[in-house]
């Protein structure tokens, strides 16, 4: 049984597909529960971020696994299909790694996908979906992020979401950030990155929508800004220069209608998935939208200092995705290894056992049969085991007879007295 990654992300999908390829974060214990329910998929982790929805998993058929991804969204299979890419094994293995060390991240080293796949892998031991293979996969992906970030590069100079959106703001907004008016659409991470990384900048002003208000207070106490509630957002975005939001709403929040009135230039990135602001938004003459993806024209700019510290980050996976196969090979063998010997038991007992019914059918004495059933299965049990001790002892293999003193629980056995 293979272990298999099916998803899309970035690179194979637009936004306006990708938000259409969401896992609802409320009802991922529901997906789980309909995962592990299906005898063919042993193991489960599901992680829907704005740039890529993924499915990991234990299971036995491909395709299977394509079919149910598929039928999640209320898009036609074959215009999914051709978008999903799926991996297996060590494929996969190196995958799920590159995407914990940010590798497969819009931006190059980006720290917070591998805190989004955490949570991920949290609620899904939680659902009972993750098993024994998993947690030992899940806490080596995780050993080798803290590596890459130790021993490379990739982590100097961290780089987000947030730092690149400040980046592209600075180029596109038509006042200086310290002149302007910003407004921050909901209190998540990535709004609180985006809060820490503009009060450097020191706006004119910052104000804070939210759904939740206590939520939104407790950032803008600990890091500067004005929080607002909910309500107040059509009002606020006719008094700001710049709008970011990033909410886990799964409708528009911003739409044409809330800016009629409204004539002065106006930014708005929309880093959601699914997208915050309506896309008819980008008409308006006055309005310059933008979404998470037009982000990658300054994500290239980043690029040519981290492409050293990216290859010796993907030496570090491809050494520890080879030793994860083969510490799972290991437990194939282990497996085959149990059956043949469960065989070649269950064969000497069924042997001594035909024999006894033959000796009972025959009349003999119930317990002489018994007797004799017990005394010849135990000796048959001892032979192999008993003349390779002995020889091992003979040859000095003394570790031989340790592991076998652990393997059969004997207890450390007393010297005799003469």
Not at 66 to 82: N, S, T, V, Y
Not at 394 to 413: D, V, Y
Request: aromatic content about 6%.
């Amino acid at each position: 049984m293979p272990i298999i990654v099916c998803g899309i992300n970035h690179k194979t999908a637009p936004i306006a597909l990708r938000e259409k390829v969401v896992f609802a974060a409320e009802k991922i214990p529901l997906y789980l529960s309909d995962l592990i329910n299906n005898e063919t998929i042993a193991e489960a982790v599901l992680l829907s971020t704005c740039n890529r929805t993924e499915l990991y998993c234990h299971a036995e058929n491909t395709q299977q696994v394509k079919d149910w991804f598929c039928r999640q969204h209320d898009l036609p299979q074959d215009e999914l299909q051709p978008l999903l890419y799926c991996y297996l094994d060590e494929d996969a293995v190196r995958h799920m790694m590159r995407v914990a060390c940010g590798l497969d991240s819009l931006v190059l080293g980006e720290q917070q996908i591998l805190g989004q796949m955490k949570d991920s892998f949290s609620e899904s031991c939680a659902a009972g979906s993750v098993g024994g293979l998993f947690h030992r996969l899940f806490q080596q992906i995780f050993s080798v992020a803290k590596e890459v970030r130790t021993t490379t590069s990739i982590g100097a100079c961290p780089v987000s979401i947030a730092s690149t959106t400040v980046n592209l703001l600075k180029q596109v907004s038509q006042k200086p950030l310290t002149n302007a008016s910003i407004l921050l659409v909901g209190a998540g991470n990535t709004s609180e990155l985006m809060l820490r990384h503009l009060i450097t900048h020191a706006p004119k002003r910052i104000a804070m929508v939210s759904r939740d208000p206590e939520k939104a207070k407790s950032l803008t106490d600990k890091c500067g800004g004005e929080p607002y509630a909910f309500g107040e957002l059509p009002h606020l975005l006719n008094k700001v220069d710049i709008v970011v939001s990033a909410t886990a709403s799964p409708i528009p929040i911003i739409t044409q209608a809330m800016l009629h009135d409204r004539r002065e230039p106006l930014v708005l990135v929309d880093l959601a998935v699914p997208r915050d602001i309506e896309e008819t938004v980008s008409r308006l003459s006055f309005v310059r939208l933008f979404t998470i993806d037009d982000l990658k024209s300054i994500v290239q700019q980043h690029l040519r200092g981290r492409e050293h510290a990216a290859d010796k980050a993907q030496e570090v996976i491809l050494k520890k995705s080879a030793d994860f196969m083969l510490w799972m090979t290991s437990l194939d063998k282990v497996a085959l290894t149990i059956r043949a010997y469960r065989k070649q038991i269950e064969e000497l007992r069924d042997e001594q056992l035909t024999k006894s019914l033959r000796q009972l059918n025959q009349g003999e004495d119930p317990v002489r049969v018994l007797a004799s059933f017990a005394h010849a299965l135990t000796n048959k049990l001892l032979h192999s085991p008993t003349v390779q001790l002995r020889q091992a002892g003979f040859e000095g293999r003394f570790e031989l007879l340790a592991l076998a003193q652990q393997l059969f629980s004997i207890p450390e056995p007393e010297a005799e007295l003469s």
